[in-house]
């Protein structure tokens, strides 16, 4: 074989080698440094697609679950003001009931009509200041939506509802003239009150029902989520065990041909040797 000064083709072999195993060790050290498999799109394109599509998605659910949690806020305000409500149509009861006896003189009915005039301008101030974020809910005014996910085209991800006007003179419970100042009209005043003791409790069943949807989304939510970043890290995240194994071979490799660096400049020493 002749002795070359201007080409050392196994040297030049040792180089391409040692050139690909740096940068596969680089490569190892990168991934290993992020935790991702994928830092780059030439990593793997289709993969990263992938994986940003699951990150898209978990934002969206994410943020669903926090609306979701949001609108159960607003319904436990809500749920405490229709309660207090019903106390005050009980209490209205008892004095409609005390009233229709004949055992009180005028002006004692005359001091319990006070008092029922008083619970209903209760209620009215609690149908107007009953507010969520600066927002009323019991004054019968606007309807209430709530994104609870990303699917907007199906619909089934949009929460719909309206709570009625809860004021004592309002067109729903409209109660506004009623008095106990007489026998009959504390007779005539119980059966509207039963009416709007039932009225207050269907409302807050309604409340109820849509608290316990949104409960139920929030939990789901949370397991898609869950499933969904367990998705995502078996897409991007990298395997540790193995990118260490590539390293290691790596580097063993990248030493191997070091050392066999010096073997060739077996031609270079023949050529000195003559020289000599």
């Keep these: ?18 050139t ?22 030439s990593d793997d394109p289709a993969s990263l697609y992938m994986a940003d599509t699951f990150k898209a998605e978990v934002r969206s659910v994410a943020e ?26 009980q209490r ?9 006896t004949g055992l009180f003189t005028n002006e004692q009915r005359g001091s319990l009509d006070l008092e029922f005039e008083g619970l209903k301008s209760e209620m009215d101030r609690i149908a107007k200041a ?28 949009l929460v719909q509802f309206n709570l009625n006007d809860m004021s004592a ?3 729903n419970l409209n109660i506004g003239s009623l ?10 005043s119980l059966t509207q009150l039963q009416r709007v003791e039932e009225q207050v409790a269907e409302e807050r069943n309604k409340v109820a029902a849509l608290h316990n949807r949104l409960d139920m989304n929030s939990t789901t939510s949370v397991s898609i989520l869950e499933k969904l970043n367990e998705a995502e890290s078996n897409v991007r995240d990298i ?13 063993i490799l990248s030493q191997a041909a070091a050392s066999l660096a010096v073997e060739s400049d077996t031609d270079i020493d023949q050529v000195l040797s003559l020289l000599r």
């Design 1 to 18: 074989m002749p002795a070359r000064i201007n080409h050392n083709p196994h040297l030049k072999q040792v180089h391409r080698n040692l």
């Design 20 to 41: 690909l195993h740096y940068a596969e060790a680089t490569k190892q050290i990168e991934h290993l440094s992020s935790g991702s498999r994928i830092d780059r799109s």
């Design 64 to 89: 669903g679950n926090r609306n979701a949690q949001q609108g159960i806020g607003l319904l436990q305000v809500a749920d405490g003001a229709l309660g207090q409500l019903g106390e005050i149509v």
């Design 92 to 100: 209205m009861q008892t004095l409609a009931v005390e009233a229709s």
């Design 130 to 157: 009953t507010t969520y974020n600066n927002t009323p809910l019991l004054d019968g005014a606007r309807d209430f939506a709530i994104e609870i996910g990303p699917s907007i085209a199906s619909g089934n991800d």
């Design 169 to 171: 003179g309002g067109p």
């Design 179 to 188: 008095n106990i100042d007489t026998v009959k009209n504390a007779r005539d």
């Design 239 to 251: 395997d540790v065990a193995q990118a260490m194994t590539h390293l290691t071979r790596s580097q």
